[in-house]
């Protein structure tokens, strides 16, 4: 291992763009139909990672919602999030703000109690064991209709102590942001953080961006790496100090590249760009592998690598306080 690679993979980390059920590895996936007596249609694991042929999102999309059949019962959600903080607690990662996808367990028959309890559970046993704080961000599938979104926010009032913000993920083609705009107004009522998906090289990327900025107000930007498209987009993103949640590796499945030199664009022009690993399990790489791959591409020094993690920590969901003690860490490490 290099000194640079050694660097990356024991600097204290954290991560902000990560779905819960994009952690599902193969190896726990033929666990749990087994557990619940359902047929996959591949015999191995090995057939099901041979499987992960993504050319763009919507062909991920079909695997990744394939997959979360296995998914019935809260022990399922706690087995599912506990191994991916064992991983993240592994890679170093120190704090974690986690995507889950309720209306695709609910529109199964799984109940929206169940999942979040499981999720909830494994949060509190990780970090007493393994030292990994998390918090919560509820998505809506914006493939689906908006009336459903504010069902499933209503139904998430009662549990709303366990979410720390709201998200919109799932194929944007033909679903931008302002089809949601009166359930991200409830959800602001309601105190929770605003975040949006406007992934990379999607039809009407800037426009998409512009309404998340501009009739939403959110916080961040989940993707977005189109911003660069757009002076003022640059300019707005820098000046409202709005985060970026980049994930090179996904974006090297569903596009033409990871985006690395974007990201290194990003960090030239000041604007808090971040690195994380979307849905790692199909994607085969977790935090630590996606910082090595920017790194490798664009030759990142430890300063810039340093400025992407403490990027990550500044745009987190988190009191000053706590941000603070987290970048006192990471100053220490990079001293």
């Known amino acids: 291992?290099?000194?640079?690679?050694?660097?990356?993979?024991?600097?204290?980390?954290?991560?902000?763009?990560?779905?819960?059920?994009?952690?599902?590895?193969?190896?726990?996936?033929?666990?749990?139909?087994?557990?619940?007596?359902?047929?996959?249609?591949?015999?191995?694991?090995?057939?099901?990672?041979?499987?992960?042929?993504?050319?763009?999102?919507?062909?991920?999309?079909?695997?990744?919602?394939?997959?979360?059949?296995?998914?019935?019962?809260?022990?399922?959600?706690?087995?599912?999030?506990?191994?991916?903080?064992?991983?993240?607690?592994?890679?170093?990662?120190?704090?974690?703000?986690?995507?889950?996808?309720?209306?695709a367990h609910t529109a199964r028959g799984v109940s929206f109690d169940t999942v979040i309890r499981g999720i909830r559970r494994a949060q509190l046993d990780a970090e007493t064991r393994l030292g990994v704080r998390t918090q919560l961000i509820m998505c809506f599938l914006r493939d689906w209709s908006a009336e459903f979104a504010m069902a499933t926010l209503l139904e998430a009032l009662p549990y709303k102590e366990w979410?720390?913000?709201?998200?919109?993920?799932?194929?944007?083609?033909?679903?931008?942001?302002?089809?949601?705009?009166?359930?991200?107004?409830?959800?602001?009522?309601?105190?929770?953080?605003?975040?949006?998906?406007?992934?990379?090289?999607?039809?009407?990327?800037?426009?998409?961006?512009?309404?998340?900025?501009?009739?939403?107000?959110?916080?961040?930007?989940?993707?977005?790496?189109?911003?660069?498209?757009?002076?003022?987009?640059?300019?707005?993103?820098?000046?409202?100090?709005?985060?970026?949640?980049?994930?090179?590796?996904?974006?090297?499945?569903?596009?033409?590249s990871t985006k690395s030199a974007e990201i290194a664009k990003f960090l030239e022009l000041g604007i808090r760009v971040t690195v994380n690993s979307d849905d790692p399990a199909y994607f085969g790489a977790y935090l630590t592998e996606n910082l090595l791959r920017v790194q490798e591409e664009v030759h990142l020094d430890r300063a810039a690598l340093t400025q992407l993690v403490r990027n990550s920590f500044e745009i987190a969901w988190l009191p000053r306080r706590t941000k603070d003690a987290y970048l006192a860490e990471l100053a220490s490490y990079t001293a």
Request: aromatic share 10%; proline share 4%; hydrophobic share 40%.
């Open 1 to 103: 291992m290099t000194d640079i690679e050694r660097f990356i993979t024991d600097m204290p980390k954290c991560e902000l763009h990560v779905h819960l059920e994009g952690t599902l590895e193969p190896e726990m996936k033929f666990a749990l139909a087994q557990r619940n007596q359902i047929s996959l249609a591949h015999g191995s694991v090995a057939e099901l990672r041979a499987s992960y042929d993504f050319t763009d999102l919507p062909s991920f999309l079909g695997i990744y919602y394939d997959g979360m059949r296995v998914l019935l019962k809260e022990l399922d959600f706690y087995d599912l999030t506990y191994a991916y903080l064992a991983k993240a607690a592994s890679q170093n990662i120190r704090y974690a703000e986690m995507f889950f996808d309720p209306q």
């Open 163 to 256: 979410i720390i913000g709201v998200g919109l993920d799932s194929d944007e083609k033909n679903n931008p942001p302002i089809k949601f705009r009166d359930v991200f107004a409830r959800a602001r009522e309601e105190r929770f953080l605003l975040t949006m998906h406007c992934d990379v090289d999607q039809e009407n990327s800037t426009r998409h961006i512009r309404q998340c900025l501009d009739e939403i107000d959110v916080a961040r930007i989940d993707h977005g790496v189109n911003v660069l498209e757009d002076p003022v987009l640059i300019e707005a993103v820098r000046s409202r100090a709005i985060g970026l949640t980049v994930c090179p590796i996904s974006n090297g499945y569903v596009t033409d």
